[in-house]
């Protein structure tokens, strides 16, 4: 079981907007920046947002991030079928001095 | 532009050991920190080890503590994962990745089987 917890699975039609939410605790989201990442096994995953809401060079603004609180969610719109992939918060938890992610949501475009 | 190959991955047996090797394009590993991280089959993304730029700290997941070591050689740009005492629970592609907390960069992934 992760320490950080998303929803297995979300879905939403092509151009259509998604959230994926991220809950941890104030050992881990709560005091620390939240990364996400997208990852299709077999591929090298990909950083899109660092620092709660930052992207990196090259991240589309489809997608975005926020924190609140011990909760961070990704949003992203315009949804492609290319965005179909595995979405993972990550961030360092205080308490346990590690890096801790999300189990993971997995993003159908229909 | 910064690339990372890992090599070594293959199939050993319960109890055997392995070397996992990370080759950055430039050099990248005194200046960032860098990790391992892996992915089981159906499973999803677990760190398991993070080393300093500074080289002064190492980090390991509890999972995989006293059985695996993280160590870099900064001459040739390369970063390893010494594995032992491998289990099962072990199998997974493994990516060496760069960054403190957000990994902005990834190698494609070696594949470690352990199975008898």
């Known amino acids: 079981q992760s320490v950080l917890t998303q929803p297995p699975s979300v879905s939403a039609a092509p151009g259509q907007k998604v959230t994926i939410s991220c809950s941890g605790s104030?050992?881990?989201?709560?005091?620390?920046?939240v990364s996400w990442y997208q990852h299709l096994p077999g591929t090298a995953p990909k950083l899109l947002i660092y620092?709660?809401?930052r992207r990196p060079s090259g991240i589309p603004d489809r997608f975005s991030g926020s924190k609140s609180g011990t909760s961070a969610t990704l949003g992203i719109t315009g949804l492609q079928t290319g965005d179909e992939a595995d979405y993972f918060c990550?961030?360092?938890?205080?308490?346990?001095?590690?890096?801790?992610f999300g189990g993971g949501t997995q993003l159908t475009v229909l | 532009e910064v690339q990372l190959l890992e090599s070594g991955g293959g199939l050993v047996q319960p109890g055997g050991s392995l070397r996992l090797s990370c080759v950055a394009s430039?050099?990248?590993?005194?200046?960032?920190?860098v990790n391992w991280v892996r992915r089981a089959p159906g499973k999803g993304l677990e760190w398991v080890s993070t080393l300093t730029d500074s080289g002064a700290n190492i980090y390991l997941a509890d999972s995989v503590k006293g059985r695996f070591t993280i160590s870099r050689d900064i001459s040739t740009n390369s970063l390893y994962l010494h594995m032992t005492s491998l289990r099962v629970e072990d199998t997974a592609v493994y990516y060496c990745a760069r960054g403190l907390i957000a990994f902005d960069l990834w190698g494609q992934g070696t594949l470690v089987t352990v199975s008898s």
């Open positions: 620092e709660n809401n």
């Open positions: 990550g961030t360092w938890d205080s308490s346990l001095s590690v890096v801790v």
């Open positions: 430039t050099s990248t590993f005194s200046t960032y920190a």
């Open positions: 104030s050992s881990n989201i709560g005091n620390n920046y």
